[in-house]
């Protein structure tokens, strides 16, 4: 390969932002199984996965720093459960494009029923859910959305979250709705290269 070619590979290096979902990490199954792809199928492309803190103060913290140390080469944004709505403010603040796996939509409402101390069981970090933890995830929720590009990818069975939630908040936005599966997302890897092509819509 020339001086050239190496030189235009390199400036045409792509990155997607994955994040996990609340009480899971970078090394989970749908996180694996993304960069496995891409690494397999689209070698112009980097899959930056972070495991994101527990506390959401210091997750907007590195989020910001993510934002900015990728500008340039970022597409898009994976965003699973907790990190789907997570990718929506990250969408909302870069009016890059992100696809939500069986995304929170309101995921403050639901911390009543967890308040209190918690162990992520991939990292064993401690952190406790306070009213302070629940506002703090609250003051990143994106009210409308219909003007940002998002692909929207929904299970029925899932068993976590309501998806007619999702459903009506991302109606103007592509939208998905699988019959069955669970909050997991049944399938995920047969609906990666739906995912990567629809963020992958920019070009160098």
């Not at 397999?40 to 993510?66: G, M």
């Not at 629940?134 to 998806?163: F, G, H, M, R, W």
Request: glycine letters at 4%; one cysteine or more; aromatic letters at 10%.
């Amino acid at each position: 390969m020339s001086t050239d070619k190496v030189a235009d590979t390199e400036q045409c290096k792509k990155t997607i932002l994955y994040l996990h979902g609340f009480l899971s990490s970078n090394q989970s199954a749908k996180a694996v199984e993304t960069i496995n792809y891409v690494k397999e199928h689209h070698s112009d492309i980097d899959i930056i996965a972070p495991l994101l803190p527990s506390r959401p103060d210091e997750v907007v913290k590195l989020l910001n720093v993510l934002l900015k140390q990728y500008r340039t080469s970022l597409i898009g944004f994976i965003g699973s459960s907790l990190g789907g709505y997570f990718a929506t403010w990250c969408a909302a603040q870069t009016s890059k494009p992100a696809v939500l796996i069986n995304p929170a939509v309101k995921p403050y409402a639901l911390l009543d029923d967890y308040m209190g101390w918690h162990q992520n069981p991939y990292t064993k970090d401690e952190f406790e859910v306070t009213a302070d933890f629940k506002q703090k995830i609250k003051s990143l929720e994106v009210e409308s959305v219909a003007e940002l590009k998002i692909l929207a990818l929904l299970q029925t069975k899932d068993e976590t979250l309501d998806y007619k939630e999702a459903e009506a908040k991302f109606a103007a936005n592509e939208l998905e709705v699988i019959e069955g599966g669970n909050h997991a997302f049944e399938h995920y890897s047969d609906y990666l290269p739906q995912i990567i092509k629809f963020l992958n819509s920019s070009t160098c």
